[in-house]
């Protein structure tokens, strides 16, 4: 099975990664299931990248419903070390228009059915998430937006919302009042699991509407963002064909060690079944023991 060591995460619109040769489809099996679909892996340059359509090619999944322990463990164990995200949002600020991108630092979780941990059932782990984004990855999609001549937004708090309904304008009008930037359904559990499995995680959030908040535009419809994203898709295609083959690696990133002083049970004293389930996630620790 080839490896792969940069993956990407398409939403809504992107199925597919142009410019990618040697393609393989590898299907995967994890201990928390099936991920979301097959994952291609292809070349680009001199780097392998693993691309795994989120909601399914055809989008069969809806955002409560993806298998993200499965995506993440699926993507950790074929090598990958740096995950670009792809996210359909929706703007809370005047500034921020539909077609444009946003590049979030921050993250608010208001999201409520969906398993966030791989540490669990006898093994305690306590990452931290004070930056929920990687840095170096954020830099480059700025950088590459920019060179692309994408209107990106730097910075901004990106709400995870349950979905799959859209907000009342009363929720619209509470995230507002935290000083939130854009909304959508699907960054978290995302950014906490990679941050588990010391991948490095950023998001490209491409913005298709004003929410319900604007009193000027029309409420939130599917039509609406499908007619948007239809331009995201096209500039989120152009940013990450351009990205892809002049990533850094993760050398001097501390994403690669997020677990090195988080996990509080004693590594030496866990069950086998422990470690066969979390393999790759742990296997650099159980080593050392």
């Not at 999609?141 to 209107?151: F, G, R």
Request: charged share 20%.
């Amino acid at each position: 099975m080839k490896k792969a060591t940069i993956g990407i995460i398409g939403g809504s619109g992107l199925y597919h990664i142009d410019g990618l040769s040697e393609l393989e489809e590898i299907s995967i099996q994890t201990p928390y299931g099936n991920p979301s679909d097959k994952i291609t892996i292809g070349k680009i340059g001199s780097e392998y990248i693993g691309f795994l359509p989120r909601h399914g090619k055809g989008h069969t999944i809806n955002p409560s419903e993806v298998p993200y322990k499965a995506n993440i463990y699926a993507l950790k164990s074929i090598g990958v070390k740096q995950i670009l995200s792809v996210s359909a949002v929706g703007s809370l600020d005047v500034k921020i228009k539909p077609q444009d991108m946003m590049i979030p630092d921050q993250l608010i979780d208001r999201t409520k059915e969906r398993p966030s941990t791989f540490f669990e059932k006898g093994i305690v782990a306590h990452v931290g998430m004070a930056e929920p984004f990687c840095p170096t990855l954020r830099e480059m999609l700025i950088e590459y937006a920019e060179v692309n001549e994408v209107e990106v937004h730097k910075k901004g708090t990106y709400v995870v919302m349950e979905g799959p309904s859209f907000s009342t304008k009363a929720e619209s009008q509470l995230y507002r009042s935290w000083n939130a930037s854009v909304i959508g359904m699907t960054a978290l559990p995302e950014a906490k699991l990679a941050r588990e499995a010391e991948i490095c995680y950023a998001t490209l959030a491409c913005v298709t509407d004003y929410d319900v908040w604007h009193e000027d535009f029309e409420n939130v419809t599917v039509e609406m963002v499908i007619k948007n994203l239809q331009s995201n898709v096209a500039n989120s295609r152009k940013i990450l064909t351009s990205i892809l083959p002049n990533l850094p690696n993760q050398k001097k990133c501390k994403c690669k060690n997020s677990l090195e002083s988080a996990i509080i049970t004693n590594i030496n004293s866990l069950e086998s079944q422990v470690i066969n389930r979390l393999g790759p996630i742990i296997n650099n620790y159980i080593n050392k023991k």
